[in-house]
């Protein structure tokens, strides 16, 4: 990458997280809503690097922004070290200016192969999304939605255990819950005076996981340990390894 652009990308970085803590989200998650946080002492404790966090899907963006608040306005982590991105879809982050910005804060995008638009589709793995979501974590942290998509009951898909045994990354899987009243897609101002939490779980054991060679039962059972807390009850099935 080009030298100036580098530095002009940390910097644009620099300024939407820090304008977007002071401007949105310190009033919106404390004194227009309230956010209970649990199990966020184990930030304090993990590796700046190879690390993913692992959760369920409710909105566009709110979970991002309540966790990028969370690691660098309510526990003042410096804002490269670590480096938090999150992942998201390509067609999202192409929407409008808003959207390209948040991508700029730290969004790593990628091609889904099976929803796009709202639409089921059925499509070759994107590669080079994929590379490029194993490079931030390797590089940092990242959040990370398997399910793939906000859809009330999605199951996670079984790709996230390939993920998890190519990186050898720690993962902590994150519940957020109520966010679906906070704040929705084209919803603004947004509704006000909700409550919703976000917990941290402690990293998954994947240590025979990642020692092992790959087999698709060992990723079902990663898929599986994994949906029994993400799970996102709605009109669709439950959550389920993917087949």
């Known amino acids: 990458m080009n030298p100036l652009k580098a530095v002009a990308d940390r910097w644009l970085r620099h300024g939407l997280i820090l304008s977007a803590g002071l401007g949105f989200s310190l009033p919106y998650f404390r004194l227009l809503n309230q956010v209970q946080v649990e199990g966020d002492d184990i930030l304090d404790t993990l590796p700046h690097r190879n690390v993913v966090f692992l959760s369920n899907h409710q909105t566009y963006f709110m979970e991002a922004v309540a966790f990028f608040d969370l690691v660098y306005v309510r526990h003042g982590f410096d804002l490269d070290d670590p480096m ?52 931030a974590i390797l590089d940092g942290w990242l959040l990370h939605f398997p399910a793939g998509t906000t859809q009330p009951g999605a199951p996670l898909r079984k790709g996230v255990a390939q993920l998890l045994h190519r990186t050898g990354a720690t993962a902590i899987p994150v519940r957020v819950d109520g966010f679906r009243d906070l704040l ?5 101002p947004g509704k006000l005076f909700k409550k919703c939490r976000l917990r941290l779980f402690p990293p998954l054991d994947l240590a025979a996981f990642h020692a092992a060679p790959y087999t698709g039962e060992a990723g079902a059972e990663v898929v599986r340990r994994l949906s029994e807390l993400l799970g996102d009850p709605g009109p669709a099935a439950a959550p389920t390894a993917a087949p």
């Not at 995008?109 to 099976?114: A, D, L, W």
């Open 184 to 188: 929705l897609h084209k919803q603004l």
């Open 84 to 135: 938090l991105r999150f992942s998201a879809a390509e067609e999202t982050m192409k929407k409008n200016l808003l959207t390209m910005l948040f991508t700029k804060a730290g969004g790593v995008i990628f091609k889904r192969s099976f929803r796009e638009e709202g639409r089921e589709v059925k499509r070759p793995v994107d590669l080079e999304g994929v590379a490029r979501v194993e490079q």
